[in-house]
């Protein structure tokens, strides 16, 4: 009965190899998809200087281990390939003729050796099958240890991203290491913004009075037109070259917003207000016509206009702002109610 005995240095190589393999490749893993010290690559507040250095810092660490990694496999799998071959050459063919062909091949370390594993398919004996299958295993293993650095390289390009700092964004007040300190390099060195338009808020809105935006509504409205070019009017597609559409072929999903379309802030992430809306008409009885227009102040007119005569009704109190101050999304919902009555004259009779 033989005596157990553990190989140290086999263990040792191991220990040490293996981490060595899998930390940047698991590194690799999570940098693909944030940094190891936040949760996005995207700050809304901007990363600062120091951010952005220890992500360089853990991208250089990578590349660093990985090269060792592909230095020190070929040598690291011999080692360990020639102890696996001692043991089996031990335990295996202790009676057979070929026992020092073997051996021989082990010690040469034939797996690295193209001839020898082309000569391992002529060796004699029924016992050769283990043998030569532990070479080519052994040739198997150094060859994918040996593209490990290259395949890394092809599944894994490193690339530039373009990542908002708090230098872009102008914010005061960013904090490091979860400590209420302000930051000084943030405040220090903030770049000149430029203003590309301007989005009204809530607040804004609820205070800008009606006869300030009556007059240029109804004056653009009375001359609009569907081969009008609205730089202003969206698309849900993404071509921004949209905004040279007309009027008319923009589709029904379209909406409007404060800057013109295929407007871009780069890395920045800014949210702006947009509007749109939709109509749907139903046709009514007569005597449903609200009279009088319910509400507080309504808008009603009525007007003739040749033999017609046209009434409208839209029961809400005017001059109230619909909106909350909120900046998330808001559903209006507004009725408009027209009367038209159409007179026709034949003869001296009128219907």
């Known amino acids: 009965m033989s005596e157990l005995k553990y190989h140290k240095l086999a263990m040792f190589l191991l220990i040490f190899y293996i981490p060595l393999i899998i930390i940047p490749w698991a590194l690799t893993c999570v940098m693909a998809k944030r940094p190891l010290s936040a949760s996005s690559y995207y700050n809304q507040h901007g990363l600062s200087d120091l951010d952005i250095d220890r992500i360089e810092k853990w991208a250089i660490s990578v590349?660093?281990?990985?090269?060792?990694?592909?230095?020190?496999?070929?040598?690291?799998?011999?080692?360990?390939?020639?102890?696996?071959?001692?043991?089996?050459?031990?335990?295996?063919?202790?009676?057979?003729?070929?026992?020092?062909?073997?051996?021989?091949?082990?010690?040469?370390?034939?797996?690295?050796?193209?001839?020898?594993?082309?000569?391992?398919?002529?060796?004699?004996?029924?016992?050769?099958?283990?043998?030569?299958?532990?070479?080519?295993?052994?040739?198997?293993?150094?060859?994918?240890?040996?593209?490990?650095?290259?395949?890394?390289?092809?599944?894994?390009?490193?690339?530039?991203?373009?990542?908002?700092?708090?230098?872009?964004?102008?914010?005061?007040?960013?904090?490091?290491?979860?400590?209420?300190?302000?930051?000084?390099?943030?405040?220090?060195?903030?770049?000149?913004?430029?203003?590309?338009?301007?989005?009204?808020?809530?607040?804004?809105?609820?205070?800008?009075?009606?006869?300030?935006?009556?007059?240029?509504?109804?004056?653009?409205?009375?001359?609009a037109s569907l081969d009008d070019v609205k730089p202003n009017l969206w698309n849900n597609a993404s071509d921004s070259a949209a905004n040279k559409l007309l009027l008319r072929d923009h589709e029904s999903g379209a909406f409007v917003a404060a800057l013109e379309q295929g407007t871009s802030t780069g890395v920045l992430r800014q949210h702006i207000m947009r509007l749109n809306s939709s109509v749907e008409c139903q046709r009514i009885q007569r005597a449903a016509f609200p009279s009088p227009c319910p509400g507080e102040r309504p808008f009603t007119r009525a007007f003739s206009h040749g033999n017609n005569m046209t009434r409208i009704c839209t029961p809400r109190s005017r001059g109230l702002s619909p909106w909350t101050m909120s900046r998330s999304r808001q559903d209006i919902v507004e009725g408009l109610y027209i009367d038209i009555l159409e007179q026709l004259e034949i003869g001296d009779r009128a219907l």
């Open 63 to 223: 590349n660093v281990l990985n090269s060792i990694g592909s230095l020190i496999t070929i040598p690291v799998l011999s080692t360990l390939i020639a102890q696996v071959a001692v043991v089996y050459s031990h335990q295996h063919h202790k009676d057979s003729d070929y026992r020092l062909q073997y051996l021989v091949a082990f010690a040469d370390r034939g797996w690295t050796d193209a001839f020898t594993l082309f000569k391992s398919w002529k060796w004699p004996g029924g016992m050769s099958n283990g043998a030569r299958n532990l070479l080519f295993f052994a040739a198997l293993t150094i060859i994918i240890g040996s593209i490990q650095q290259p395949l890394y390289q092809i599944l894994v390009p490193m690339e530039n991203i373009l990542v908002p700092t708090c230098h872009d964004t102008g914010y005061m007040g960013y904090l490091i290491y979860q400590r209420f300190l302000l930051q000084s390099e943030c405040s220090r060195k903030v770049l000149p913004a430029k203003e590309i338009g301007w989005d009204m808020e809530p607040t804004q809105m609820a205070l800008t009075y009606q006869y300030e935006i009556f007059p240029q509504l109804v004056g653009e409205l009375a001359v």
